[in-house]
Antibody
């Protein structure tokens, strides 16, 4: 069974950092590009960023709203993708989903990040 | 950046009737390889998004054939031939041709 499980969400103060993890199982993680998508409460989907598979260089792309503050990485030996979030603001409050993109398309259940003082 | 504009934003439909959602991009989504990276996603209430269609018209595995995608260039459409109760939710188009990727605002489908 394919699973993507996000973890690491929670309540954090503005200006602080948080690292989310996305643990994959049931598919060839290393062959998939991984991305992060977020959804603010009651709002639509916002694309956050993307990391290519190692076969395509493992390079990253980011939305303008997070570029320079967020970093995506991956550990193929553990089948985990990470989203390091620094200098968090209230506007970063959202459910964060990880997504595996390939021939198939997989999504996790999401993890809630609340930025508040 | 590419702006994706969906219409309508709210779509009340009678069970068994067809439904259609439009998605327009601010520039052509044809990539240099000749493909058009336009996806459609469904998000049922309380669930994660699920991809229905990729590259304009290719249905994902397990997606009922009442869902179809069409279009080219900057104009795209998702059609549901006969709406069922399980189709309630929000539908998003997303372009994957240009960085940064971008979603439409979403179209909320409800049963009349």
């Amino acid at each position: 069974e394919v699973q993507l499980v996000e973890s690491g969400g929670g309540l954090v103060q503005p200006g602080r950092s948080l690292r989310l993890s996305c643990t994959a199982s049931g598919f060839s993680f290393g062959a998939y590009a991984m991305s992060w998508v977020r959804q603010a409460p009651g709002k639509g989907l916002e694309w956050v960023g993307f990391i290519r598979s190692k076969a395509y260089g493992g390079t990253t792309e980011y939305a303008a709203s997070v570029k320079g503050r967020f970093t995506i990485s991956r550990d193929d030996s553990k089948s985990i993708a990470y989203l390091q979030m620094n200098s968090l603001t209230i506007e970063d409050t959202a459910v964060y989903y990880c997504r595996g993109e390939g021939y198939f398309d997989y999504w996790g259940q999401g993890t809630l990040v609340t930025v508040s003082s | 950046d590419v702006v994706m504009t969906q219409s309508p934003l709210s779509l009340p439909v009678t069970l068994g009737q067809p439904a259609s959602i439009s998605c327009r991009s601010s520039q052509s989504l044809v990539y240099s390889d000749g493909d058009t990276y336009l996806n459609w996603f469904q998000q049922r209430p309380g669930q994660s998004p699920r991809r229905l269609i990729y590259k304009v018209s290719t249905r994902d595995s397990g997606v009922p054939d009442r869902f179809s995608g069409s279009g080219s260039g900057t104009d795209f459409t998702l059609k549901i031939s006969r709406v069922e109760a399980e189709d309630v939710g929000v539908y998003y188009c997303m372009q994957g041709t240009y960085w940064p990727y971008s979603f439409g605002q979403g179209t909320k489908l409800e049963i009349k």
